[in-house]
């Protein structure tokens, strides 16, 4: 199925994904070659709040045919890091009298994804029993985490079990540029080709 997504109803995604989720073929990892079972689940940023909503009700409807699924919220998770790490205060205290660039540099360097993020989705993923990952937060973390280092700091660890990241713009492959993250529709400059678009899977 290549689709074009922004013209398809959520109910219509919903049954899409459902669909292919819920299948042994993709539960098993089937036809993935030796690639990591990454899958990028494209939508328009206006589209946030109901995609929000679909996911939530497809790890509901998921877990009704007993396929778990452990949702991860970046923003959320990266919280509870700087939280973690007793400088959660001390963030919003500086945020008023730092620039933005600074603000930016001291994030990406508590949250960066190699040393501190995915070693936090690691410990979730090894106490937690689940079938599929939701990663979903893309939008709210920019700038600070970009999704392709995430995806790349992740392939050694969740390489086990089907992730998919709801993201927030556009998955685009083209043969002059490769595949790219196209963030908002705006910000072309995330290369990663590793992931499938779960809207170009077969149920």
């Not at 929000?52 to 949702?71: D, F, I, K, P, T």
């Not at 690691?122 to 079938?131: H, N, P, Q, R």
């Not at 700038?143 to 280092?149: A, E, F, L, T, V």
Request: hydrophobic residues 40%.
């Amino acid at each position: 199925m290549t689709a074009d997504v922004a013209r398809m109803s959520m109910q219509d995604r919903f049954q899409h994904l459902f669909a292919v989720i819920s299948g042994q073929r993709f539960l098993s990892k089937q036809g993935l070659g030796n690639e990591v079972p990454f899958f990028i689940c494209p939508f328009k940023p206006e589209e946030a709040v109901d995609m929000e909503r679909l996911q939530h009700q497809l790890a509901n409807r998921l877990e009704q045919v007993g396929v778990r699924v452990l949702e991860i919220n970046l923003y959320d998770l990266s919280i509870e890091i700087l939280k973690d790490r007793d400088v959660w205060t001390q963030i919003l205290e500086m945020e008023e009298s730092v620039s933005k660039e600074q603000l930016k540099e001291l994030l990406q360097g508590v949250l960066d994804p190699e040393a501190h993020l995915v070693p936090a989705i690691a410990t979730k993923l090894a106490s937690t029993d689940f079938e599929v990952l939701f990663l979903s937060g893309v939008g709210e973390v920019f700038p600070y985490i970009r999704s392709h280092n995430v995806l790349n700091n992740l392939q050694s660890t969740a390489k086990e079990k089907p992730t998919i990241m709801f993201f927030p713009g556009a998955y685009t492959h083209s043969l002059e540029s490769g595949a790219s993250l196209d963030l908002f529709g705006k910000l072309h400059d995330d290369k990663y080709y590793r992931a499938f678009n779960i809207f170009h899977c077969e149920p």
